[in-house]
């Protein structure tokens, strides 16, 4: 076993066995699938509780790859699965070895909405990769925050995964219906102005509907001006995670 990595008795092992698979339906944890989202949560402040892995060796080298910053506190962490004990927690294949348990911070609408900066609102996103892959173009693009508007869960473990656990570099929620609001509301609408003829507003809220039915109606209605992504003639529409980053990108 690799330099760092504490040595656990089977008792422990089977112990850390049953939280991780407690987490997957425990409502207040979040699953880390892999280390892009185990790196990401530990350096933006969350409460990490354990790192699984069946390979130790192969986690140690990617740490010092990729997230040498960080490694210390997945060794200590961490605890090592045998085969048949790594099967029972993780039944499908990870993008690299490691499963963490993490506590869900559950920020509220309220802290959402009160972020600095322009706000990431997505009207009923029906994907979770994609809604997980938003997540993670607003956290690159230095958006305050990010609201889902419907019945998609942004934490989810599915979401978690595709945004590469940086749900918690800003806050994220969901909300029912979009509450009232103090800030300038743009609409991503293809009849709106060009997205590029000038800046956003700097605490604009960007709303972007689904791919295949757009805003609802009586949110778009509450938009203060509507943007449209220039697109070459024939061109319908854009992944929505692409549309969220030329929209937010273009805002910086």
């Given amino acids: 076993m690799p330099p760092g990595y504490a040595h656990h008795t089977t008792a422990e092992t089977l112990a850390v066995a049953e939280r991780v698979v407690a987490a997957r339906r425990d409502p207040d944890r979040v699953l880390l699938e892999g280390i892009h989202a185990l790196k990401h949560a530990l350096r933006f402040g969350a409460d990490v509780e354990v790192v699984a892995t069946d390979d130790p060796a192969g986690l ?9 910053d960080v490694r210390s506190r997945v060794e200590s962490l961490a605890v090592v699965f045998d085969e048949p004990g790594w099967q029972r927690i993780a039944p499908r294949p990870l993008p690299s070895p490691a499963l963490s348990v993490a506590r869900h911070p559950h920020p509220a609408v309220a802290e959402v909405l009160a972020a600095p900066g322009r706000l990431l609102v997505l009207d009923r996103p029906r994907h979770l990769g994609n809604l997980g892959a938003c997540i993670r173009v607003a956290a690159a693009a230095g958006a305050g925050g ?33 509450p009232a609001l103090d800030r300038p509301i743009v609409a991503l609408d293809p009849v ?21 039915g757009g805003l609802d109606p009586q949110l778009r209605a509450r938009a203060d001006e509507r943007r449209a992504i220039e697109m070459r003639g024939g061109v319908s529409s854009l992944n929505l995670a692409t549309a969220v980053a030329v929209a937010l990108y273009a805002g910086r």
């Fill in 60 to 68: 140690t080298a990617l740490l010092a790859q990729l997230a040498p």
């Fill in 146 to 178: 990010v609201l889902v508007v419907g019945e998609a869960d942004p934490w989810h473990q599915t979401a978690v995964r595709a945004a590469a656990g940086l749900q918690f570099a800003l806050p994220t929620a969901r909300a029912d219906a979009l």
């Fill in 192 to 212: 709106g102005e060009a997205l590029h003829a000038r800046a956003l507003p700097e605490r604009a809220v960007l709303l972007v509907g689904t791919e295949r």
